[in-house]
């Protein structure tokens, strides 16, 4: 039989720092020799704050349920990434439950975190217990999924499943049927409601028939062998219910209904030891969910609920022993009383009471909106407790005449919190911490302990974890992470490329290759070491952060690539030569214009125009001087217009005005769209140079030559 004390409710804050110094110091053993100082340090602080548990209580048991950890059937917060880490190490090790005994001592605790840091290869649940007993831990006791109650062709399968918690593989045991027959041991019925049902929504309800959710029904509302359910069993069921997705809602609800029937006499014992409130309560979900409620079961709760019979809520009054008038004002009475017939009974009410009533009706509830209730609610957002818990560490650590150990454990916890930090986008308090860590090393305090705190924030670890969350909320952060990388400066500029490299969405790449030419030239040594790499997109990439510098180091290397077979490479490559007026990619350009029509023909037109070479624009008129054979003919020569025309040298005008002397019957439509064309350019040129085009394009009939026209004599009347 247990001892009473287990009984008595811990100390929240004392086991909130006994779980914080449990973890930072596994992270230690794992990280640091045994003679380390920190190891030492962190192992006494552990000890102590788990001392001072066991004057409270002689034996701490914590189960683990994937990512939660419970104590007494209360689960920590989940959103804590310290609770958070500890549980998913124990999880992940297939340990369901860890219980400290008084008598412990530091080499148990360091035993302990190393076999927690230990290779999980060879551990499996069968062995776990076995392995555990070598690191000779008297004083702490581990426990580990039973497979026994799986059947033997499924326990090798469902052991793979080391991320899963425990109660999920009970849970998806009973629903898939894998669980052999005979009672189970409590850990279902112990799973709190909100866990139950947030492992029974993650499942997919097509899979599992009926009598799936009868066994879990059944084992969870199971009290004992003698009965199928007590009294105190349907206030968690509702809860339960209500928390499952609407599809599961209604399956488990049938399922409940369909159990309490089984025993009329177990469900009259347990329905009448509960209020009528409670019983109103289950039938409004059975009727909402249109459930339908066996006979038998429907006579109990309809004898109970007007009855009350047994319930503790129920109060038995003689109608004869009150009158109306113990419970209100006489006026009210009278009013409320439905044998009065006097139309004019409302003046029995006193003006007073119709007065408050109104005024009551016509109060304006949101006016209660008040800075001081906003600030109210502000202390329960977990959010900012987050970010206000941050802040307090950071101005400890920036305090004066903080003990060395002190100083440690803050800058530990810093670190754990970082983590956290980087899976919600906080950036700007990442900053804080960096900025504060170099202030106090730069001021000489503690300089060993901030040299290896900043050795942790520029490990590979660290910076790959910051850059992949730049890759998922850097985008709703740029300023933050603008200066983040301004801090590492050319030591991240690796990682952005590596993930670069392997991000699929534009808009991410857009970002990291933004966030890439901040760094000006200092990107070109990695940029060029990359163009080696096999992967056309990555030589693309590279491509278009150095189109951004200026150095003959770069042209040398991107000429190679003018002539790459793919044409996402090479086009990119030219436009890099191009911005540094390189006339090698000018020479290209040319050798494309002679193709005079395919892609590579189309690409050079559209670079020569948008870069204006004028060396092509000799080339580009004998193709617009040439003898038109057909339509295409005419249509060809649109773009190469365009082109002359965005490069604006004047020699093209000649040419143009060949054109728009061209009179076709056949071709009438081709030519009118070249001539269209032809005025759109005009603007690129000096009005005096086409002022005979657009005194002509005035008398036009096509509205469009008119228009443009129009617009230019407009401008020059200016």
Not at 102 to 110: D, P, Q, R, V
Not at 249 to 278: C, G, M, P
Not at 294 to 309: A, H, R, T, V
Request: aromatic share 8%.
């Amino acid at each position: 039989m247990k001892d009473a004390s287990d009984k008595i409710p811990l100390d929240a804050k004392l086991l909130s720092y006994a779980i914080i110094e449990l973890n930072i110091s596994r992270r230690n053993v794992a990280i640091y020799p045994r003679d380390h100082p920190s190891v030492e340090s962190s192992l006494n602080n552990a000890y102590k704050f788990l001392n001072q548990l066991f004057e409270i209580r002689p034996e701490i048991t914590l189960a683990i349920a994937k990512d939660t950890i419970i104590i007494d059937k209360y689960h920590l917060d989940k959103k804590n990434p310290v609770y958070r880490e500890f549980a998913l190490t124990l999880n992940k090790m297939n340990i369901a439950y860890v219980t400290f005994r008084a008598g412990i001592t530091k080499k148990e605790l360091y035993s302990f975190h190393s076999f927690l840091t230990r290779k999980e290869d060879d551990l499996t649940v069968e062995n776990l217990n076995d392995v555990f007993r070598k690191y000779n831990t008297v004083h702490i006791v581990i426990g580990a999924m039973d497979y026994r109650k799986f059947s033997a062709g499924d326990r090798a399968s469902v052991q793979k499943k080391g991320n899963v918690s425990v109660w999920e593989r009970y849970i998806y045991g009973l629903l898939e049927g894998r669980l052999l027959s005979g009672p189970l041991s409590d850990e279902i019925r112990d799973i709190p409601p909100e866990i139950l049902a947030k492992i029974l929504n993650n499942a997919s309800a097509g899979d599992f028939k009926a009598e799936a959710y009868d066994r879990v029904i059944t084992e969870y509302m199971r009290s004992s062998s003698e009965n199928i359910f007590s009294d105190k069993d349907l206030k968690k069921l509702l809860e339960f219910i209500n928390r499952l997705r609407p599809d599961l809602k209604q399956q488990f609800l049938s399922s409940a209904v369909k159990t309490f029937s089984k025993d009329i006499n177990s469900a009259h014992d347990a329905l009448k030891n509960i209020s009528v409130a409670e019983i109103e309560g289950f039938l409004d979900v059975i009727n909402k969910e249109r459930i339908a409620v066996p006979k038998p079961l429907m006579d109990i709760i309809d004898k109970l609920s007007y009855s009350g019979e047994g319930s503790p809520d129920a109060i038995s009054i003689d109608e004869d022993e009150f009158d109306d008038e113990d419970l209100m004002p006489s006026s009210l009475a009278d009013y409320f009383n439905r044998d009065i017939e006097n139309k004019d009974a409302v003046a029995l009410a006193s003006a007073d009471d119709l007065r408050e009533i109104q005024s009551l009706l016509n109060f304006e509830a949101s006016e209660l909106k008040t800075s001081q209730l906003m600030e109210f609610e502000g202390e329960f957002n977990d959010d900012l407790a987050e970010k206000r818990f941050n802040i307090i560490l950071i101005e400890m650590i920036g305090s004066e005449n903080v003990p060395e150990e002190e100083y440690r454990s803050f800058l530990n916890i810093l670190r754990e919190q970082s983590e956290q930090l980087l899976c919600i986008g906080e950036f700007g308090q990442i900053l804080d911490i960096l900025g504060a860590i170099e202030l106090n090393r730069t001021g000489n305090i503690f300089p060993a302990l901030n040299s290896d705190a900043l050795e942790y924030y520029h490990s590979a670890e660290f910076i790959s974890q910051l850059v992949d969350s730049f890759t998922i909320l850097g985008r709703e952060n740029k300023k933050e992470v603008s200066m983040i990388c301004a801090y590492y400066d050319k030591k991240v500029i690796p990682y952005l490329m590596d993930a670069l490299a392997e991000e699929e969405s534009l808009a991410v790449r857009r970002f990291l290759m933004d966030l890439l030419k901040q760094f000006g030239d200092k990107v070109i040594p990695e940029a060029l070491q990359r163009l080696a790499d096999e992967r056309w997109f990555v030589k693309r990439n590279m491509l278009y952060i150095l189109a951004e510098t200026s150095s003959r180091e770069v042209i040398e290397n991107i000429k190679p690539l003018c002539r790459h077979e793919n044409l996402k490479v090479s086009m990119p490559a030219i436009k890099c030569l191009l911005n540094n007026g390189d006339d090698y990619a000018k020479e290209i350009i040319r050798e494309y214009i002679a193709h005079k029509s395919g892609y590579f023909f189309e690409q050079a037109l559209n670079l020569a125009g948008s870069f204006r070479i004028k060396e092509v624009v000799d080339d580009l008129i004998r193709l617009l001087n040439k003898k038109e054979i057909s339509g295409d003919d005419l249509l060809n020569k649109i773009p190469v217009v365009r082109a002359l025309g965005d490069i604006g040298d004047p020699r093209a005008l000649d040419a143009f005005r060949g054109l728009l002397s061209i009179k076709s019957i056949l071709f009438r439509k081709m030519v009118e769209q070249l001539r269209v064309e032809i005025y759109k350019t005009l603007k690129n040129y000096p009005y005096d140079m086409v002022r005979d085009l657009v005194e002509a394009g005035l008398e036009s009939g096509n509205e469009t030559i008119k228009g443009e026209s129009l617009s230019l004599f407009r401008e020059k009347a200016k």
